[in-house]
């Protein structure tokens, strides 16, 4: 008697999603919005509005890529290492999370960075530990507008809760972070293990968290990157004409970045719309235009995110398939890698 084979780990995962994505596409043709509605929504849209929104997107990518860079100049050790280099990475980042499931842009980015610069003894985990600096210098704006608009705006018990859960998350992880990368650096011992040469190295890519200068440049061009897309999002409402505060603007932006922390399946379609339709009931705006919004807020989003990816993508001659390798081969690469060469110097804080 033959003995049943269990699935691979890949496909229960890829059954999983989809089982899970069909369940959302069926709840939303049961108890879903009124989609007639919803399409009418699309036909009073304003689109110099539209254009306003795609143009902030653009600024706050622009900002976020400065950001990166400023961590990435004290953890490399490396003045000379180019705008367009890291550019091109952060795009390939953008259209991976727009057009693949799960947070694969984030080892992406990692990947097409690692293949510009000259390899070095643990430069993957260093440029990891960039990422995890960029994430934690990401929690100061976003705590500080989900403070600004709980003190600001109506909110429901639901609302507050998760706002206020966010905020205590949020100051917990960065006061974290920051303890981490400022602890004395014991060194590289030939000694160690590979787990614990890894997190040595990583500690290296939160240079920028150790020195109150470069932490504070950086987490300025963070700043204005979500101040671009708060402003993005506002004008965006007024694009279907959904006439609100910019504090509901604030809410919303808050709200649909909680609902992409875990991304089930691509850009959590459905999900992200009902998290922003929801809050905005309290505004006097219907369920239907509401999440029309989402959608729309969606495709412009993702379209300045996969209009990079292309552009630069293009540019380096790196294809689809080359890009998923890539994410695959950065998710099962050995912790402390095998690229030769000494490590970079500590920088001085």
């Known amino acids: 008697m033959k003995r049943l084979r269990l699935p691979h780990k890949r496909s229960a995962r890829l059954l999983a999603v989809l089982i899970t994505a069909a369940g959302v596409v069926l709840l939303l043709l049961l108890r879903g919005p009124d989609w007639p509605r919803v399409g009418q929504a699309f036909t009073d849209v304003s689109w110099q509005w539209v254009f306003a929104a795609l143009a902030l997107n653009i600024i706050s990518v622009l900002m976020r890529v400065l950001c990166w860079w400023a961590i990435l100049v004290p953890a490399l050790a490396e003045r000379q290492l180019r705008f367009l280099s890291v550019l091109s990475s952060f795009a390939a980042g953008l259209i991976a999370n727009a057009i693949l499931p799960g947070r694969g842009g984030e080892l992406a980015r990692v990947a097409v960075l690692h293949h510009k610069l000259k390899n070095r003894q643990g430069l993957w985990s260093i440029l990891i530990g960039t990422v995890v600096a960029y994430r934690l210098l990401d929690l100061i704006p976003a705590v500080a507008i989900a403070v600004w608009v709980v003190l600001a705006a109506p909110l429901p018990a639901w609302a507050f809760s998760s706002l206020i859960s966010v905020i205590a998350l949020g100051a917990a992880l960065f006061l974290a972070g920051i303890a981490i990368a400022r602890r004395d650096d014991p060194g590289l011992d030939a000694k160690l293990g590979p787990l614990r040469r890894a997190v040595a190295f990583a500690r290296h890519g939160l240079a920028a968290l150790r020195s109150p200068g470069s932490g504070a440049y950086a987490a300025a061009w963070q700043t204005l990157g979500w101040l671009c897309q708060l402003l993005a999002v506002w004008t965006g409402m007024r694009a279907f004409n959904i006439n609100v505060p910019l504090s509901a603007a604030g809410l919303v932006l808050v709200l649909m970045n909680i609902a992409l922390i875990l991304p089930l399946w691509t850009g959590n379609i459905g999900l992200l719309q009902a998290a922003i339709a ?48 890539s994410r695959r081969a950065a998710a099962s690469r050995s912790p402390n890698g095998k690229a030769g060469g000494e490590p970079p110097a500590r920088p001085e804080n």
Not at 288 to 312: D, K, M, T
């Open 278 to 325: 929801i809050p905005l009931i309290g505004y006097g705006i219907s369920y239907s235009r509401g999440f029309a919004f989402g959608i729309g807020l969606q495709v412009i989003e993702a379209s300045v995110g996969i209009g990079y990816g292309l552009v630069f993508l293009t540019r380096e001659g790196i294809g689809f398939a080359a890009l998923r390798e």
